[in-house]
């Protein structure tokens, strides 16, 4: 790799070579360093959230300042209904996932951050829509579009009905929330929907003061106790428990993320 020119010793056109290649190796190890520090950080990195339908409607408000704060975090997120990512947490396929409706059994770690209303809603022109207050076995004769069994919106409305001692006459299932909302603009029938989505939409319906209404539900964020979070995973939930207030309006936040930082 040397050769003694003129009385001293310089590097061969391959040793010169070398001694370049060695630098660049140097570099790189130092790039790499870098890396793993961010990486340790949690500034680099990936993750994923299992979503069910409706939460489209919370999560990019809730993303999109996160990215901002760490650009080099890639984030992906897999929208189905509530059965498709049941599944997805039984495989652990995802590091967080956002339930209205969570699954219970010793392997499921949630808290809850958001209230989640649901709201009963009509045609713009539905004889309801002009009352102060209906009773709900006033409606029961109405056509209910209603989501697939096992959605949480469904599941949540179909108790209300048990308590109430009360059974509708005429569904019609929907598996889309936006298809609902669409159909009930356009006279097909009544729906319970999340206030979210109407919030999100500029839905031409009406909301029906209905005694007992709205129903309570809640916004969860779960994890898989057989799962270990990356880190990036675990300064989103660090970094929602400090910012929700900035994102989503007071009356909605029923924030218990803190818990869930604890068992980290």
């Given at each position: 790799?040397l ?14 070579e070398?001694y370049?290649a060695a630098?660049?190796?140097?570099t790189?190890?130092e ?8 990486a340790?950080r949690?500034?680099?990195g990936h ?5 069910v339908?409706t939460?489209?409607?919370v999560?990019p ?5 996160y990215?901002?704060?760490y ?14 990512v049941?599944?997805r947490f039984e ?9 209205s409706h969570?699954p219970t ?9 958001l209230?989640?209303?649901l ?5 713009i022109?539905?004889?309801a ?5 209906v ?13 697939e069994p096992g959605s949480a919106t ?11 001692n009360?059974q509708l ?22 729906a ?5 989505t ?6 031409r319906?009406?909301?029906i003061k209905v005694r007992n209404?709205p129903?309570?539900?809640?916004w ?8 270990r979070l ?9 970094f929602m428990n400090?910012?929700?207030t900035e ?5 909605y936040?029923?924030?218990e993320?803190?818990v869930?930082l604890?068992n980290q």
């Amino acid at each position: 790799m040397l050769e003694l020119r003129e009385g001293s010793y310089k590097p061969t056109f391959v040793g010169t070579e070398l001694y370049h290649a060695a630098l660049d190796a140097l570099t790189r190890f130092e790039d790499f360093d870098g890396f793993l520090s961010d990486a340790a950080r949690g500034n680099k990195g990936h993750f994923s959230i299992g979503v069910v339908t409706t939460a489209q409607y919370v999560l990019p408000r809730l993303l999109s300042p996160y990215a901002q704060q760490y650009p080099a975090v890639d984030v992906t997120f897999n929208i189905g209904n509530r059965g498709s990512v049941l599944q997805r947490f039984e495989n652990q396929l995802d590091d967080l996932y956002l339930f209205s409706h969570p699954p219970t059994g010793d392997h499921v770690i949630s808290r809850r951050f958001l209230r989640n209303p649901l709201v009963l809603i009509a045609p713009i022109h539905h004889w309801a829509a002009q009352r102060d207050e209906v009773d709900c076995v006033e409606l029961v004769d109405e056509r209910f579009l209603m989501r697939e069994p096992g959605s949480a919106t469904r599941m949540v409305f179909e108790n209300f009905l048990r308590e109430q001692n009360l059974q509708l006459h005429n569904t019609m299932q929907i598996e889309s929330n936006e298809v609902i909302r669409m159909s009930v603009e356009n006279g097909l029938g009544l729906a319970v929907l999340s206030e979210h989505t109407l919030a999100q939409s500029q839905a031409r319906v009406a909301q029906i003061k209905v005694r007992n209404f709205p129903l309570n539900s809640h916004w969860y964020l779960v994890q898989h106790g057989d799962r270990r979070l990356p880190v990036t995973a675990h300064n989103f939930i660090e970094f929602m428990n400090a910012h929700l207030t900035e994102w989503v309006e007071e009356k909605y936040i029923r924030n218990e993320l803190a818990v869930l930082l604890g068992n980290q």
